[in-house]
C-alpha cells in the first residue's frame, strides 16, 4: 500500500512481484515458523493452494455468504499447530486483482500479462476471498 501511494500502481506490481517472496520468509524467520499466502486462483503459481487449504478457502467463502466473521481455523496435531486465516478484498486491492474492463487500467494489466502469462487472480470484487494465510507453527 506504501508503494502504491509513494510510485503508482505499476512499481507496485514490481515490488511485489520482486519482494512478496523475501517478505514472507523473513517474517517466517522472524516467527520461527513456516508462513504461506495460498489461495485457488493464484497470480504467483508458487501460491496455489494444497487440497486441505482449498477446503479451508471454501469454509471462509461460506461464512462471507452467510454473513458470518470467519474465525481463524486451528489445526493442532503432535508436531505442529497449523493456522489458517482468510485475506479479503477492499477496493484497494481491485486495481490489480479486480475486473479487467472496469477497475484494472490497461497499463497495469499490460504489465501483469507480462510478468504473470498464467494469471488466474482477477476478476475480484470487494469482499471476497482472495487467498488465505496458511501457517505452520512447529511444536
Ligand atoms: C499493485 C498491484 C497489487 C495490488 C494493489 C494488490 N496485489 Fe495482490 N498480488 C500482486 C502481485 C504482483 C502478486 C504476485 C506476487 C508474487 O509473485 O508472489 C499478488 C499476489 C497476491 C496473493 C498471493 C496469491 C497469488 O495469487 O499469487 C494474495 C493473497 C494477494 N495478492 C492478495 C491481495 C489483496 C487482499 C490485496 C488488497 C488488500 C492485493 N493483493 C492488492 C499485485 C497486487
Not at 516467527?31 to 482449498?54: F, G, L, Q, Y
Not at 479451508?56 to 481463524?72: C, L
Not at 490489480?96 to 504473470?116: R, V
Request: proline letters at 4%; one cysteine or more; glycine letters at 4%.
Amino acid at each position: 500500500m506504501a508503494k502504491i501511494q509513494k510510485s503508482g500502481t505499476i512499481a507496485a506490481l514490481k515490488f511485489c512481484n520482486e519482494k512478496a517472496f523475501s517478505l514472507t520468509d523473513s517474517m517466517s524467520v522472524f516467527h520461527k515458523a513456516a508462513i504461506k499466502r495460498v489461495t485457488d486462483k493464484p497470480r504467483n503459481s508458487r501460491n496455489i493452494a494444497n487440497s486441505k487449504e482449498k477446503g479451508y478457502i471454501e469454509i471462509f467463502k461460506e461464512n462471507i455468504e452467510s454473513n458470518k466473521e470467519s474465525e481463524p481455523i486451528i489445526v493442532e496435531s503432535a508436531e505442529n499447530i497449523k493456522f489458517y486465516y482468510p485475506i479479503k478484498t477492499n477496493s484497494m486491492c481491485l486495481q490489480c486483482h479486480g475486473k479487467p474492463t472496469s477497475d484494472i487500467k490497461a497499463s497495469t494489466l499490460a504489465e501483469i500479462n507480462e510478468l504473470y502469462p498464467k494469471d488466474l487472480a482477477i476478476g475480484y470484487s470487494e469482499n471476497q476471498i482472495r487467498g488465505i494465510w496458511s501457517i505452520t507453527f512447529n511444536k
